[in-house]
């Protein structure tokens, strides 16, 4: 099944829902209590029950956010100097992305982003996490930076600052210089050198107010999207790019918190990786073992290098150093212990093993991460099958809801990097969501189901000993979303494109009430 037909499906779930009443409804201030909102049905597979969401609480303190990501927001692509970058060239390349739509535009953050930060302001969140576009800096990727784009984001942190919020940066969201594609992309090993010069840059030029950085958001999908499924630029399907990719990208982690730490004494480094916490389909060995080799390469890869210096066992036998260009001495390259571990949820996984399978061709991607079930396993390396499981219901995004899955996921990394700080960098869901013409309201009622029901989990980590201290939500507003250009709406608040109005959803303005009391029955 591809993506768009969990999408149908999840439409045509949607059709069947029943109303959930109770705290959602109550979460509308101005919703008449005569007219709760669609939820999700509350004796579904995965449900939460209300006892739960009812006993959830967060600790004093704890950081309200939303993450954002320039090509996704900023548009103004080729202003102030900017160079091209690879989801530039991508998105006008024909066929590429859902209705030959681009960033170009986006939503226009770039110059909007004053009244963004207002409006994060108002729904009182207290982190903002954003990412930097490589490309305004140093428009090759290489040399002096470009002073106006320096400048921009310098006034981006001050207005953050100004409205109380804590300016997180992600310094790496997919937009890679194409010069550096030009020149080999991320298999090539000098990149990493490169990319800790512009971490360096930009640690030295806004060091003094941003303390929360992170290299890559998520270092998997960058290499195996990029390199080998080809779903993403630089659209390559080669495994060993992948693998040379991956390896560049660790060392370029652990070079970039050097090059951070040195030219910012306030520094913290952490991360902003994608995880899914895997489940073996069946109990037999072999099934247990490819969950494991999944948890390894998707989840905890680059965790264990900067953590360890090491890569975990992702593969069937010894790590394929040779393709993955290691040379020797690279484990005390790798090893940069971070100060606190991000990473993101989203969704599931139910993995088999596929080791004495006839390797074929490799897994099959959609234009997210979403992989189809692939007879001969993902890749001739690590040799299993992860496929999404919809015994939930299906987002329109077409991502399974499993609330669930946060609390096993963040118990599981609490338990094996004994019990690091930990912050959620993205978590949130995809509905088509609409205005009602009559109230001008967004009556997202979905979205809050999915929010209340996996916090609820994350609380019960967080009881359960877990030091979680911020969940950023994704997202602050509808935005493009990468090969599903803007088919996918993710935002708390609804982005007009056309006009580039922003109307904040009810899930917004519960996602408010949330940040202010700490509770989800609000
Ligand atoms: C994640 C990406 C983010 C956004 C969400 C929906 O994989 O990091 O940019 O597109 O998915």
Redesign the pocket.
Known sequence: MDRRQFAVRSLAAAAGVSLLRGGNAAAQSDAPASEPLPGLLADRPGAVPESVIRAARFPEGFLWGT?T?SY?NEGAWNEDGKGESIWDRFAHTPGKVRGGVTGDVACDQYHRYAQDIALARQMNMKSQRFSIAWPRIQPTGMGAPNRKGIDHYSRFVDTLLEAGIRPWCTMY??DLPQALEDKGGWPNRELAQYFADYAGILAKHLGDRITVWAPF??PW?IAFMGYAAGAFPPCRTSFTDFLKAAHTLALAQAEAHRAVKAASPRATFGS?Y?MAPAYPKTDSEDDRAAAARYHAMNNVFFLEAAMKGRYPKAFVGEPPYEQMGFRAGDEKLLYAPLDWVGF?Y?TRRIVSDASKEHFESGGKFSG??IENNSPGGRDPYTRFRAAMPTEGPLTD?GLEVWPRGIYDLVTQISREYDHPIIEIT?S?C?YLDETDVETGRVPDGRRIAWYRETLAELSRAIQDGAKVRAYHA??LIDNF??AEGYT?R?GLIYTDFRSQKRTVKDSGRWYAKVAASGLLTV
């Open positions: 993450a990501a996704q969201h997919w958001n998520m999908a902003a994608e993101h989203y997210t991460e995004a993205e949130g995809g994704w997202t979303q990468w996918e993710y």
